[in-house]
């Protein structure tokens, strides 16, 4: 239980760090986050459903689909409404709904579920499923692949960009383009996180609510500067919440989710690092 | 209300400084017009059907101008305005049906809970801006959905498990309601509710609540506890949006967890987006036209979330001030006015603004 919390944690950091890095260069809160992760796991399921059952080859197309529906958001919503405090929250919120509906309407309502192949015994009878260990590992090394592109020359534009944007400007970088380019990629992220997940679990229409809320959790305690932060805290938080789902009930964990965001946003009212107060 | 608009903290006086309180029967001529029509419907002899969708329509309106009491006028924008709709609605049938209360007595003790519900969630909020009340609002609303969905709480007479699903229903005194009088009850309750809204946004508390809106730390520079306001206009708000989830339990006979969910209070901020915010007129408007629109043409649930998320995301997109605001705005500058004379309130009564 406790190896399996840790799995699926570590695929929910990849989430998570979309979800910072879109409040990191974006500086926008997006509520739609989640529904990326469910298109990701659609994908999986439609790709399974073709004879293509591993998330492994599902999790590219979801990217790259995901990383069109991010860019076409970022630059026709995002870029464009981002100085109305109303329109950004609910706007996105309008987007995940209507994901939702729009997935509730060509796959129904009911749980969906991808067959997952025959879970692997560990040394002392330990039983681990195959493709958990398969997306830890390929969310561990996209993550690491992440770090290592914030902190090496390609990066350096988006960390200026969240440090002051007009300077940016003014060295002659398309600020905007790289704006919805980061939308893109953090959504694509999302996507290829819903579809290494899809197996562990059922898919529905409303199954990216409680992953979002887990990346706005680890966003709001790891800020957005350290990846390995996130990996650790998304990793935390994956074990609580099977703790949760094991011990009470699998509703149980998104409430625990819920009522931590709660908590969080009245214990630290300013104590995210989201510098809204410098756009005026 | 009273006892807030006389806090004692600025040394200017309230009403001295600023223009007099404008009177709700402004422009009211083309409301007359609309309610003359919205009265003279049902003598048209129309299906049932369309009764009893503009019927809730009238609800939903009333709901929707509550959320405007909030999200429009003091400037917080709630997520899960569905708490209090549904926690009065939930309070309506469990106390009608399990504890065997009259239903006057019922529905006040809703309307007192779910002002109750609004001045804590208001409490939490406060010091809270734009997104993160969203957020904060969010979170609470789907726990109390959560909470409505997963648990059969309380199982009635004769052993039915209510709750979950199927929700609970709610004793009435009266077997059926015929199709008119409940039309009429909801379009009773909408006027005033909404007059009594209209009157609560354009009075000095109102007009506290937009300055702190308007800018939080000029208000509180001015002496204004913002913290307290913010929890007043949530109670104001929740009480009038628990009003309007009594309102549909009646006509419904049921409470189920709809009544509580994210979609239900995305709703609101659609029509309040779409109508303009803070107009309260505004997002009653544009509650009963996309409503009989997408329900009229019995679309599944589904595709009528959809429309609606698609209507906000165009609105929100191309009119960032809502589509009666942009319009306003279009109107005044083609008409050559400064903005010496205050805004006409006159140009929300078309009907076919709030189409996609």
Redesign the interface.
């Known amino acids: 239980m406790l190896l399996d919390g840790l799995l699926t944690g570590g695929t929910y950091a990849l989430m998570a760090a979309g979800m910072a890095l879109i409040l990191g260069v974006v500086k926008v809160i997006n509520l739609s986050h989640g529904a990326f992760f469910t298109l990701g796991a659609y994908v999986a399921y439609a790709l399974a459903g073709r004879g293509v059952g591993s998330p492994i080859a599902a999790a590219p197309l979801a990217a790259v689909i995901a990383f069109a529906f991010g860019v076409f958001l970022g630059k026709s919503f995002v870029n464009a409404v981002r100085s109305h405090p109303f329109a950004l929250p609910v706007g996105t919120l309008a987007f995940a709904l209507l994901f939702e509906q729009a997935a509730q309407m060509v796959w129904g309502p009911q749980p969906l579920s991808i067959e997952a192949g025959a879970p692997w015994i560990g040394p002392g009878g330990l039983v681990i499923r195959r493709w958990g260990v398969i997306a830890f590992v390929s969310s561990a090394a996209l993550l690491g692949g992440l770090k290592w592109l914030l902190s090496s020359r390609p990066g350096l534009p988006l960390h200026l960009i969240a440090e002051d944007e007009e300077i940016a400007g003014s060295l002659g970088m398309d600020v905007e383009a790289i704006r919805y380019l980061t939308f893109g990629g953090a959504c694509a992220m999302a996507a290829a996180a819903g579809a290494l997940l899809s197996p562990s679990g059922a898919v529905t229409p409303t199954m990216g609510r409680a992953p979002l809320l887990l990346s706005l959790v680890v966003v709001i305690v790891a800020g957005m500067d350290s990846v390995a932060a996130i990996f650790l805290l998304s990793i935390g938080l994956g074990i609580f919440g099977n703790a949760c789902a094991w011990l009470l009930s699998p509703q149980w964990s998104y409430v625990a989710l819920l009522a931590a965001v709660c908590l969080l946003l009245s214990a630290r009212p300013a104590g995210i690092v989201v510098p809204a107060g410098r756009r005026d | 209300m009273r006892n807030a608009a006389s806090f004692r903290a600025p040394k200017v006086s309230l009403r001295g400084g600023t223009p007099p309180a404008r009177s709700p029967w402004r422009g009211g001529g083309s409301l007359a017009a609309g309610i003359g029509l919205l009265l003279l419907f049902p003598l048209s002899s129309p299906d049932a059907f369309f009764l009893d969708v503009f019927t809730t329509g009238f609800l939903l309106a009333a709901f929707a101008a509550s959320w405007d009491v909030v999200?429009g006028v003091s400037g917080q924008?709630t997520?899960g305005h569905a708490l209090p709709f549904g926690a009065a609605a939930y309070a309506c049938a469990l106390l009608t049906t399990l504890a065997g209360w009259p239903l006057p007595l019922a529905v006040a003790a809703a309307v007192l809970l779910a002002a109750a519900v609004g001045a804590g969630i208001g409490a939490?909020s406060a010091?809270?801006?734009?997104?993160?009340v969203?957020?904060?609002t969010?979170?609470?609303g789907?726990?109390a959905h959560?909470?409505a969905?997963?648990h059969t709480f309380f199982s009635g007479p004769g052993g039915y498990a209510w709750g979950g699903e199927g929700g609970i229903p709610v004793a009435l005194p009266w077997r059926d309601a015929s199709p008119f009088s409940s039309y009429y009850a909801a379009l009773a309750f909408l006027c005033l509710a909404s007059f009594g809204m209209l009157r609560f946004s354009r009075s000095g508390t109102g007009l506290i609540l937009r300055a702190v809106a308007g800018s939080p730390i000029t208000a509180q520079a001015s002496g204004v506890p913002i913290a307290r306001f913010r929890r007043l206009a949530f109670a104001a708000g929740s009480a009038f949006a628990g009003a309007a989830g009594a309102g549909f339990v009646l006509h419904v006979g049921r409470a189920t967890a709809t009544d509580l969910s994210?979609?239900l209070s995305?709703q609101a901020?659609?029509f309040a987006?779409v109508g303009g915010?803070g107009t309260i007129v505004g997002p009653v408007v544009a509650a009963l036209v996309l409503h009989v629109l997408f329900q009229g043409f019995s679309l599944?649930p589904?595709?009528r979330?959809?429309l609606?998320?698609?209507t906000?995301?165009v609105t929100?997109?191309f009119f960032?001030g809502g589509v009666v605001g942009t319009a306003r705005d279009l109107a005044s500058r083609l008409g050559g006015k400064d903005g010496a004379r205050p805004p006409r309130r006159r140009v929300r009564d078309k009907p076919g603004e709030g189409t996609p």
């Open positions: 999200g924008i997520l939490i010091p809270l801006d734009g997104p993160f969203a957020l904060l969010l979170a609470l789907e726990i959560e909470a969905v997963g994210l979609e995305f901020a659609t987006a915010r599944p589904s595709a979330v959809l609606y998320a698609l906000l995301l929100l997109r960032p």
